[in-house]
Nanobody, 128 residues
Framework: QLQLVESGGTLVRPGESLTLSCATRGFTLDYYAIAWFRQAPGKEREGVSCLSASGTSPNYADSVKGRFTISRDNGRNTVHLQMNNLKPEDTGVYYC?????????????????????WGQGTQVTVSS
């Protein structure tokens, strides 16, 4: 059974940094694209960043480009999202997701329907 467990969400002040982690179990990360999504109260879930199974060509939403960095450690089956210069509009529940693409595939999207496995989410609040 595929499992994803996010951690690291907390309350931070604008301008601060935070790293989210996603521990994966039950599958080999080498075969899966991974992504981070977020959902703010009253808003739809939106893609934040994605990374292919091969670890190449990360993509970012325009709103986080230059501030967030996605990374993966296939050997440890973990995924991270480094978030710098956080803004109040970054507030929301952050979800880690995985979608099968094939061994070291270069394919990755930020379309929720492309990801079959999701974590339970971790709350990030950016407020002064």
């Amino acid at each position: 059974q595929l499992q994803l467990v996010e951690s690291g969400g907390t309350l931070v002040r604008p301008g601060e940094s935070l790293t989210l982690s996603c521990a994966t179990r039950g599958f080999t990360l080498d075969y899966y694209a991974i992504a981070w999504f977020r959902q703010a109260p009253g808003k739809e879930r939106e893609g934040v960043s994605c990374l292919s199974a091969s670890g190449t060509s990360p993509n970012y939403a325009d709103s986080v480009k230059g501030r967030f960095t996605i990374s993966r450690d296939n050997g440890r089956n973990t995924v991270h999202l480094q978030m710098n210069n956080l803004k109040p509009e970054d507030t929301g529940v952050y979800y880690c997701a995985a979608g099968y693409r094939g061994f070291l595939s270069h394919l990755a999207t930020m379309i929720p329907a492309d990801f079959a496995s999701w974590g339970q989410g971790t709350q990030v609040t950016v407020s002064s």
